[in-house]
């Protein structure tokens, strides 16, 4: 049972175009969101977070939206730059069962010259 | 530098032959946990550990087992591996109970194959 899901494997954008990464989940337990980054031979690195009582977060070119009703969020990159290609996961904490983290199985974004 | 490291980064081994990643951390945190990550599955949790003497089992523990003797260490143990344990694990650590956002720290990864 996947809750955590990104239904898009890769994304490709032009550089300085808005970068819009999807992921939809099932469980309505999750209380935060959290967004992070991998390059190849690399640990994943955390980007961005948030609550399940907020709806929009935003650091620098980065936003994360979160609709609870469609229990949906985004990540938005604007502008895109060439650094931004990797992959991005979504994940999800559940409070309820030890603080765990689930991931999504993530989506490769590539940016185009 | 605030890191979390793993060694070694790149294993090969063949089945049956017992081996041991290892992981540290310095940010003296309580909860550490152990991921596999394989294409089109993202990223497992297979063991975690939310103090010392603490572990409990991941979405997929089977085949592995780990131990938390120590805040600082979070090995992970293959005591017989098979084939179907090739993957890329990454070792990551966090404050217990911590913020969601900016609180987990991941090592560089170990590409571990068997033969």
């Known amino acids: 049972d996947q809750q955590v899901k990104q239904n898009s494997p890769s994304l490709s954008v032009q550089e300085g175009r808005i970068s819009i990464l999807n992921c939809d989940y099932t469980?309505?337990?999750?209380?935060?969101f959290l967004w992070y980054k991998k390059y190849p031979a690399e640990g994943p690195t955390f980007l961005i977070s948030?609550?399940?009582?907020?709806d929009k977060n935003e650091d620098g070119r980065f936003t994360v939206f979160l609709n609870k009703s469609a229990k949906h969020l985004s990540l938005h990159i604007v502008p895109s730059q060439p650094g931004d290609s990797a992959v991005y996961f979504c994940?999800?904490?559940?409070?309820?069962?030890?603080?765990?983290?689930?991931f999504g199985k993530g989506t490769r974004l590539h940016i185009l010259p | 530098e605030a890191q979390v490291t793993q060694n070694p980064r790149y294993l090969i081994t063949v089945t049956g032959k017992k081996l041991t990643v290892t992981c540290s951390q310095n940010?003296?945190?309580?909860?550490m946990s152990w991921y596999r990550q394989d294409p089109g599955l993202g990223l497992r949790q297979i063991y975690y550990?939310?103090?010392?003497?603490?572990?409990d089992k991941g979405d997929v523990p089977e085949g592995y087992k780990v131990s938390r003797k120590e805040k600082r260490n979070f090995p992970l143990i293959l005591e017989s591996p098979s084939p179907n344990q090739t993957s890329l694990y990454f070792c990551?650590?966090?404050?217990?109970?911590?913020?969601?956002?900016?609180?987990?720290?991941f090592g560089p990864g170990t590409r571990l194959t068997v033969t």
């Open positions: 990551a650590s966090r404050l217990n109970p911590g913020l969601a956002g900016g609180g987990q720290y």
């Open positions: 469980n309505s337990m999750f209380d935060y």
């Open positions: 948030i609550s399940s009582i907020k």
């Open positions: 994940a999800a904490r559940s409070m309820n069962r030890d603080d765990k983290i689930i």
């Open positions: 940010m003296n945190h309580e909860y």
């Open positions: 550990s939310m103090n010392v003497e603490v572990t």
